[in-house]
């Protein structure tokens, strides 16, 4: 496929979990060959709103393994998707690790990532709330990195579906529950909706185009102090 700038978004993976090239039609630019790393120190401009995919990492505070339990990681998950429907982005892929978790994302439609993404932390905390007896749920800052190229992306991807692999928890990808990867080997569509060749082609089915959330006259609540991104 190469990195060519505007070029569609195309993958498919196999049991193994490498990437194959196929066409799917996803409405996103991609820009010149390479990507950014961003670090978190105070005051540090992120490269957001710049039309490209973001590899996001946030962890559990003190990396304790919040998110072990299979409740924790049915909470997160409706709650991503519920964050995903009020902002209008799409999630090509994603992991939830007992003490983190990844996501692959666009920027959103309506408001900014910093925002979207503070709101995330906000409603999975309240969700969590008996689990951690009140306590700090995400550490402030998290990782977030420019994701320009296919070859990027692709990458992205592996690591993402292979985290739990690497870490030991399981033999293959497709025995993690709480990833993407089940979707993207069957088109099983699961609690968070992602894009993949195979919501490409039922959208081409049914003749509609791509639509990361409904329309509202208020499509979310607004999260309070999300001015500094990084830190939330």
């Not at 709103?49 to 409706?78: D, G, N, V, W």
């Amino acid at each position: 496929m190469g990195d060519r700038p505007g070029a569609p978004c195309r993958v498919l993976c196999d049991r193994a979990g490498n990437f194959l090239s196929q066409s799917t039609k996803v409405d996103f630019s991609l820009s010149e060959t390479g990507h950014i790393l961003i670090a978190m120190p105070w005051g540090l401009k992120r490269f957001q709103q710049a039309h490209c995919l973001h590899f996001i990492t946030c962890s559990c505070y003190h990396r304790a393994p919040l998110l072990a339990a299979p409740e924790a990681c049915h909470a997160f998950e409706r709650t991503l998707e519920q964050v995903r429907l009020w902002y209008a982005f799409y999630i090509a892929g994603y992991v939830v690790m007992p003490e983190h978790i990844h996501l692959l994302i666009s920027e959103p439609e309506r408001g900014v990532l910093a925002v979207a993404l503070q709101m995330l932390k906000q409603n999975t905390s309240r969700e969590m709330r008996d689990l951690t007896k009140g306590s700090r749920f995400w550490q402030e800052r998290y990782y977030d990195s420019n994701v320009w190229s296919e070859n990027k992306r692709l990458e992205k991807l592996r690591y993402i579906h292979r985290n739990p692999v690497k870490r030991g928890l399981v033999e293959r990808p497709e025995d993690w529950r709480w990833s993407s990867f089940e979707h993207y080997i069957s088109g099983t569509e699961g609690v968070v909706q992602i894009e993949s060749m195979w919501t490409a082609r039922k959208r081409e089915l049914l003749g509609s185009t791509l639509q990361c959330g409904h329309r509202e006259e208020n499509p979310r609540p607004v999260a309070q102090n999300a001015t500094r991104t990084g830190h939330l």
